[in-house]
Each structure stands twice: as structure tokens, then as C-alpha cells.
């Protein structure tokens, strides 16, 4: 008996490889009768298949058969994706000793117990449920989000959150895979949105480490794609706890700015050729990955203009701790990695500084008085 790999359309962004036609001979035997072009892991190429998956049960009660895990040799797709991309990937092996930053930030950080810098923050934790996007990894430890049963701003189930709602892991022509238009982990959701355009650092390259002059580069599509599941939160009028511009190009205020702000050392000796850095990037047609100028009138803000994809060791998934006064206070109160500063001096103060102008220093976070919906002393991190 024959069977051949039906030729049935493929998912938006992918493309079959050949017919797969396999030759039974005889009981249980396998082999194959056509070769099939050579394709990287997750483009299903040959051998690939067995990376992930298994046929049957490898011995009994090892692997669950019961239509949540599609034969996969993990106890879930996420610890699945971990057993390659972990460690000195997206899952470092302690909160305060992360691998070196590649762009997206590291779900090492759930595993804190407190990323509270504020003062009073011992007494007060945050959990690092806060630290970013919470998957659920029963071999790394990770929880879903208990202080959320849905995408904040959005209604995408917390409880299956994982490394397959955002990527596909069969593979797709989008910036590290990323699932577009269309319904994504088997039906969870619909995404209105195509996955962005970007072009990042080379994570096969072990010395790769995000700077000024080596950083991911947004071209496109960013703030519409993370509303797939978050809507357009922090837009006036969202209901969120913080309100703050998410889209939209760049005014001219905020370009002389960011072009002549080089931290509060000296901030207002920078020159546009020289102004990037990657804890504040904007997204633009022209960025590269290793581009050093500030934006243009084309260029627009985004959500990740101020938050890490996948996690932080700041609370909300912050490229800088929203609650400290001075950048040097992160990780004092808490004992939390503290996260590096893109300018010198212990006095540096929020990078909210890079594109917004102060003319008064109050000692206290700039989101304790700005942005702010509600009566309490920052926006809820709950």
C-alpha cells in the first residue's frame, strides 16, 4: 500500500515541500520511496519530523495521547520548544544569571520572587509572573498567569499561553516564525493581524549580543500584531491603568529628543547619526540591525519601544524598570538581576527621558504621576 501526503493548501506564509510518498512493505516496516528536498528543522525536512514527534506511545503512560499533545516527545509543545531553545536561549538557567540579551528578553524571569524596586518593595513583591509573558512549563517550573485569566486588553486564554501562540513551529517566511492572520494553536484565537516585519540578530551565532550597533531592527506591523491578543492597550481610553500612545509616527519634539539625548550625563550633545539604542528602538522601513541613527519623520513608536517580548527583570516586561527613580536603584530592593544602562553615571534616571523632555526632577518614577488612570501610586502590577 501507498500513501501520499495529500496536496491540500498550505498555511498562509508556508509552502509544501514535494508529495511524500512512503511504501509499506511488509507489517511495520517503513521506508521511503522519493526523496524529499533537504529543509531546515522546521521547515520539514527530512528526518526533521522525529525531532518533535513520535508514531506511538514510546512506552506506556510516558506521552498522553489524549488529543492535547500531537505525539510530541515532551510533556508540552512549550518544554518541547525549550529543550532546544532554553538555557543559553530564551530560558535561562537563573533569573539573576540570564544569557546575553538577544532582543526578545528571557523567561528566566518568571522564576523571581520579587521584582519590586519601589520603595517598600520587600514587603510588597511582585512576583515574576510579572516579568513578562507567562508560559506555562511544567519542566522549567512556570505557571499560567494567575492574576490574569485573559490577555490584559485582549481575550486570548492565559491558561494556554505558550511558545506556539506566538510561533508556528512548522515553520513560516515571518520575522522568527511568527504565526500571522488567521486562527492560531489549534482555534485558541484568531489573529486579525500578519506577523510584523523585522529582521533580528542571528540566534545561531553564540556570540551574538544585542548593543547600539547590533540590535533588532523593526520595520513594520509591530503594536497591530501583539493586538491580536492585547488590543490596542495603553491607547487613551483602553482601560488601562496607564495610558500612553502606542502607534503612530514620531513627532518632531520627540525626534530632536531622542536624537540629542545622550543620557543625563549629557543630555542634549547627541547627534542623530548616533543616537539608536536598543532599550528605546522605534520601528521604521529603513532600520537595520545595525543602524545608529535616531528616527525620521517616517518613523513610528510600538509597544516594544518599552517592553521586552518574552520577559524582563523589570515588572510588565520593561526594557527598563518602570518604578525606580534613578536606573541604579533596579535590583536593589528586590535583589532582582538589575538590568544594564545604556548610559554611564549612578544618577540616570528613566529612559522616558529619550524622547520626553523634563524640566523637573521630583525624585520618584516618572509613571507615579504621568500616565497614570487611577488613584493609586503607580499604575496595578498585579
Known amino acids: 500500500m501507498t500513501l501520499i501526503r495529500p496536496e491540500s493548501s498550505p498555511r498562509p506564509g508556508t509552502t509544501w515541500m514535494r508529495p511524500i510518498v512512503i511504501a509499506l512493505v511488509g507489517v511495520g516496516s517503513l521506508c521511503a520511496a522519493e526523496p524529499v528536498t533537504a529543509a531546515p528543522v522546521h521547515g520539514g525536512g527530512v528526518g526533521s519530523c522525529g525531532l518533535c514527534h513520535i508514531m506511538h506511545d514510546a512506552a506506556a503512560g510516558e506521552i498522553a495521547l489524549d488529543g492535547t499533545r500531537p505525539l510530541l516527545v515532551a510533556a508540552s509543545a512549550t518544554d518541547l520548544c525549550l529543550t532546544c531553545h532554553g538555557n543559553n536561549g530564551v530560558f535561562g538557567l537563573a533569573p539573576t544569571l540570564p544569557p546575553a540579551e538577544r532582543g526578545a528578553g528571557n523567561f528566566t524571569w518568571l522564576l523571581e520572587d520579587n521584582l519590586n524596586d519601589a520603595a517598600g518593595g520587600a514587603a510588597a513583591p511582585i512576583r515574576g509572573q510579572a516579568a513578562g509573558h507567562s508560559i506555562a512549563s511544567p519542566a522549567r517550573g512556570t505557571n499560567a498567569d494567575t492574576r490574569w485569566d485573559h490577555a490584559p486588553g485582549g481575550t486570548f486564554p492565559s491558561a494556554l499561553l505558550g511558545c506556539t501562540s506566538c510561533h508556528d513551529p512548522h515553520g ?21 493581524y500578519p506577523a510584523p516585519v523585522a529582521e533580528g540578530l542571528d540566534i545561531t551565532n553564540a556570540g551574538a549580543t544585542e548593543s547600539r550597533t547590533q540590535h533588532t531592527a523593526y520595520r513594520s506591523g509591530m503594536t497591530q500584531w501583539c493586538a491580536n491578543c492585547h488590543g490596542f492597550y495603553h491607547d487613551e481610553g483602553s482601560g488601562a491603568a496607564f495610558e500612553h500612545p502606542v502607534d503612530g509616527n514620531l513627532d518632531g519634539d520627540v525626534r530632536e529628543r531622542y536624537n540629542r539625548y545622550e543620557g543625563d550625563v549629557s543630555p542634549g550633545t547627541g547627534s542623530s547619526a548616533m543616537a539608536y539604542i536598543p532599550q528605546v528602538p522605534f520601528e521604521g522601513s529603513t532600520t537595520s540591525v545595525t543602524g545608529t541613527n535616531g528616527p525620521t519623520s517616517s518613523d513610528r513608536i510600538m509597544c516594544l519601544t518599552c517592553h521586552r517580548v518574552h520577559g524582563s527583570s523589570a515588572p510588565a516586561s520593561g526594557r527598563w524598570d518602570f518604578r525606580v527613580y534613578r536606573l541604579a536603584d533596579d535590583g536593589v530592593v528586590s535583589g532582582s538581576y538589575p538590568l544594564p544602562s545604556p548610559y554611564p553615571g549612578v544618577g540616570q534616571g528613566q529612559l522616558c527621558k529619550k524622547c520626553h523632555a523634563v524640566s523637573h526632577e521630583e525624585g520618584r518614577a516618572c509613571v507615579s504621576c504621568h500616565g497614570r488612570t487611577g488613584a493609586s501610586p503607580f499604575p496595578a502590577i498585579r
Open 172 to 192: 513560516t517566511d515571518s520575522f522568527r516564525m511568527l504565526n500571522g492572520a488567521g486562527p492560531v494553536q489549534n482555534g485558541a484565537t484568531t489573529f486579525l
